[in-house]
């Protein structure tokens, strides 16, 4: 029963594995860089999940054309709203992030997280 | 509808466009701005907080004329007007007492950028204390999240930067669950404002359909603030961002940045789900478990600490802590007493921060414990302000951290036996090790100095008007802390209405 439940909603289930591959990259990778791609695929994932949600099989994307003005013609445009402010925020935290690693890599000549805080640490400052 | 209903709406506004603005003008006209816009969005709070006092309600304010459930809104009632105006307060006076800081921390002719984000910050805040849509809830903890990192890394060196990008790899998994949480919740109801949302949510919990997706949701949503607020086991990058940034940006940070993701906590648990059912899914006791680790932990950290501001940093750990055990008790009266140690451990730790660089102005900038012997005697005012906020932290009578203590305490007797006897026992624990470290600091700054030493390292004596901003802040700082002490029975009656009316 429950392993049906999981085969018909295959998508969903897939969007849930990306985001927690995304979460551990994001949390357990040292280096930097593989942590922004982690950040990515994590928001991605959710973003695949509102598309999911939003998607009714059979209908168009929102945008009336040859005069068609029922609802039923259509699927849900909240979720892709939704994803497309997701994006924007997305976007700018990558981008800070990638600043940050900048900064950091300019300084020390390494992308391994740890290895900075180590040498921090000997600094002393 | 009157004119002051629409303060909400132009204060966030208002703190908004005036990043931008900032971003155009130089230093000392942003600076200016800045202030200016504090306390015009302090004024405007005061107004609806009079306002909502006197019409006793809270009122839905329609952004853009579509109606629930299609438009966006703001809410406003007593419990969030109060807030704002708090969080004003405590800003401007960060931003006073730090202004010395800046002048000297902050690169030449980047001045401005730093009031960007303090107005940014400002803004993300207010939404976050109005907003009655979750979605847009998450908007502004993003941009909250990406001013405080500016906040972090404005002064240059590598230890904020690495704060910073660890502040931000936290952050980022914290509001990655988040999203995921508020994305399973409009998934299941259909709905993005809060007061449908818990409609509905009422309806699924009374059928029991969706049992364990709502509980996941809870969990991810609680869990992701948590790790946001720096609760105890996801607290790594506070010290060094609160330790090494400008002091007004540690101000700040400590006394509101956590706490708008945790008022947005309180927001979800009554508003968008419900405490009731949020008591019975039993994720409060998961975050009472972890608050009381933290509370313990926190302090036991920051009597290892050699460097004060570091030490004024873990007891935000510990302090977390006691708020996240506040919501864990799961009564009215635990969330009561969270929310009123938001506003004492606001009004205390941007004091403490102010007080502690005091000291080490007249220490020869050496932030390490023991250069500090003497520094009361040096920086008199100082002196006396950091001995304020260390009782007021140990719960000292007369001082807000008491009546905090006092509450916590009240409020876990009331509770169940398993919750009564661990939250006890850690207040009291709690407390003594808040005191060793407090009270070790108060000591050693009333120590007198060996005078050669002194002569030697060139320690200076600091009067009241070598810094004027900054004493007028420590001054008005203690006052704030005496008042919430003093006077707590009102601001207590305050918080127990809003609550009653936030749901």
Known sequence: MNLANLANNYEEAVAMLLFVIGFSNLLLQKNLIRKIIGLNIMDTAVYLFLALKGYIEGRKAPIVVDGVQSMEAYVNPIPSGLVLTGIVVSVSVSALMLALTIRLYRRYHTLDLDEITTRLKKEGL | ?503
């Open chain 2, 1 to 503: 509808m009157e004119f002051v209903q629409n303060f909400p709406f132009f204060s966030i506004l208002l703190s908004l466009f005036s990043g931008p603005l900032c971003s155009v003008i130089g230093g000392k006209a942003a600076r200016r701005v800045n202030l200016a816009v504090i306390t015009a969005v302090g004024a405007m709070s005061a107004a609806v907080l009079n306002f909502t006092i006197r019409s006793g309600e809270a009122y839905v304010y329609l952004m853009g004329h579509f109606p629930a459930p299609w438009g966006n809104e703001i809410r406003v009632g007593v419990l969030e007007a109060l807030m704002a105006l708090f969080f004003c307060v405590v800003m401007f006076l960060s931003m006073i007492g730090g202004s010395l800081e800046r002048a000297l921390e902050i690169e030449e002719g980047k001045e401005n950028l730093y009031y960007v984000m303090v107005n940014l910050l400002l803004s993300s805040l207010l939404a976050l204390i109005y907003t009655n849509d979750l979605f847009t809830a998450y908007v502004f903890v993003e941009i909250n999240t990406i001013s405080a990192c500016g906040l972090i890394m404005i002064r240059q060196n590598g230890r904020t930067i690495e704060a910073a990008t660890r502040y931000m790899i936290m952050s980022l998994l914290g509001s990655g669950l988040l999203l995921l949480g508020i994305c399973f919740l409009y998934d299941m109801t259909g709905h993005l404002l809060m007061s449908n949302i818990k409609e509905q949510v009422q309806i699924l919990h009374a059928t029991g359909d969706y049992h364990i997706p709502l509980l996941v949701t809870v969990s991810l949503m609680s869990v992701g603030i948590a790790i946001k607020s720096a609760l105890y086991p996801f607290h790594a990058w506070l010290p060094d961002a609160y330790g090494y940034s400008t002091l007004s940006s540690a101000a700040i940070l400590s006394s509101l940045v956590s706490k708008g993701y945790i008022f947005l906590l309180v927001k979800i648990f009554y508003r968008v789900i419900g405490f009731d059912i949020v008591r019975d899914s039993k994720i409060v006791n998961v975050l009472f478990a972890f608050g009381v680790v933290g509370m313990i932990m926190g302090s036991v950290s920051a009597i290892k600490e050699g460097n004060v501001r570091r030490m004024i940093a873990y007891s935000s750990v510990a302090q977390i802590g006691y708020i996240y055990m506040g919501f864990g008790i799961g009564t009215t009266a635990g969330v009561i007493a969270s929310l009123y140690h938001i506003l004492s451990h606001a009004a205390t730790k941007s004091l403490l921060f102010v007080a502690a660089s005091g000291l080490t102005d007249a220490s020869g900038d050496s932030t390490s414990f023991f250069d500090l012997t003497g520094a009361g005697y040096r920086n008199k005012l100082a002196g006396v302000a950091f001995t304020v906020g260390s009782l007021s932290m140990v719960g000292f009578p007369m001082f807000s951290g008491f009546i905090s203590k006092l509450l916590f305490a009240q409020a876990a007797v009331d509770s169940a036996y398993y919750k009564m006897l661990p939250a006890l026992i850690a207040l009291a624990l709690s407390t003594i090790l808040n005191a060793v470290y407090f009270m070790k600091t108060v000591i050693r700054i009333y120590t007198p100095a060996d005078r050669e030493e002194v002569k030697r390292r060139g320690f200076r004596n600091v009067t009241v008007t070598d810094q004027k901003a900054k004493s007028v802040a420590l001054v008005c700082f203690i006052a704030l802390n005496l008042a919430l002490g003093l006077s707590s029975e009102p601001v207590v009656r305050l918080l127990r209405e809003g609550l009653n009316l936030f749901a």
